[in-house]
């Protein structure tokens, strides 16, 4: 669903950008004030996992569509709506910057419709209340669909409502959002499944992961470590082999598009300064366009999993607890796993 800036006009994308922006801000004050874990490395292999995951491209039978995970109602069932938001976001980021997967004028509409609208929205408004674990498998499953299935449509809604405001005349907008929306139904089920089969693993194998919020229990060092592993191994499994087996097939956004201008790629229909300077940036820092290297895959999740990593431990560095006198001043720093 990652938009190009040929989609949109340069003031709803310096809108959208704005309010991606300030996102971005709200979460890392959400982040930095209530984490009472060291979250940080979870955040970046989670990162990781999450973008080698999305480069799985998977036919939707019939269609000559296919799609891809999003991620964002399995990564703030582990990691919280405001840290998944900003995982999240950082690899939406990675992919524009780096591969150039969506526009760089677009980003902000990018950040918004895939990372907002499934953990901002959909996970707090339909996955948790929903969903208290420890939980029967089939339950796991359901709502796990039912709230990824939300989280796309929503953001399939925002792409149809921003092209309408940007005046896109070639994509109309009651027809772009019928097919948006069914072919996005579609995707949203094959992700809930895959969410639910990868919650009903970490259930049985860390379960005090998928319910940290409501937990004071301190998470177990070891079987932490297992999971950081695990879940490490996975990405580079999904980014440096299973990748090579992705589907070819339009994603659903250009298949959408497809079907009413007859091509995935349509012509920009406004040009600004704004938009030439995005795009000049974007042609500098992309040095691997339209993931062309081999090993793309891996390439991607490390840099996901450094950016990640070093931006929270910043973000963390000097969030620790406070002394209490009464003990020596012996209290542990916040963020330590016991």
């Known amino acids: 669903m990652h938009m190009s800036d040929a989609l949109l006009s340069a003031p709803v994308a310096i809108v959208a950008d704005v309010v991606a922006a300030s996102l971005l801000v709200a979460a890392s004050v959400k982040v930095k004030k209530d984490s009472k874990e060291n979250i940080v490395p979870l955040m970046g292999v989670m990162g990781a996992f999450i973008f080698a995951a999305q480069m799985l491209n998977f036919s939707i039978p019939g269609t000559g569509s296919s799609g891809h995970i999003v991620g964002g109602i399995l990564l703030a069932s582990m990691l919280g709506p405001w840290a998944a938001f900003l995982t999240l976001s950082s690899v939406i980021i990675i992919q524009c910057l780096v591969f150039a997967d969506g ?39 359901a709502v796990s669909m039912l709230a990824c299935v939300v989280g796309l449509e929503l953001g399939a809604c925002m792409v149809t409502l921003e092209t309408a405001a940007s005046g896109i005349s070639a994509l109309p907008a009651a027809k772009f959002l019928m097919l948006m929306l069914g072919i996005h139904l579609a995707i949203g089920l094959c992700e809930g499944l895959a969410t639910g089969v990868v919650l009903m693993f970490v259930g049985k194998s860390m379960p005090s992961l998928l319910h940290r919020e409501e937990s004071k229990r301190p998470l177990n060092r070891a079987k932490y470590r297992k999971v950081l592993i695990g879940f490490g191994i996975a990405a580079l499994v999904m980014g440096g082999l299973l990748a090579f087996f992705a589907s070819s097939d339009p994603d659903g956004l250009e298949w959408s598009i497809m079907k009413l201008a007859g091509t995935p790629d349509i012509d920009a ?10 795009a000049t940036v974007q042609s500098t820092t992309a040095i691997m ?13 490390f840099m996901v999993l450094l950016i990640v990593w070093a931006f929270c431990s910043l973000l963390m560095r000097r969030k620790t607890a406070t002394v209490n006198p009464a003990n020596g001043g012996n209290e542990p720093r916040e963020g330590s796993i016991e």
């Open 289 to 301: 366009p339209d993931y062309e290297n081999t090993f793309s895959g891996i390439i991607g999740a």
């Open 269 to 278: 229909e406004y040009t600004s300064l704004f938009s030439q300077g995005t």
């Open 103 to 141: 526009g760089l004028m677009a980003i902000g509409c990018n950040i918004i419709n895939m990372a907002a609208m499934s953990t901002l929205v959909a996970y707090p408004l339909v996955f948790r209340p929903l969903m208290k674990f420890p939980a029967a498998g089939w339950k796991t499953m």
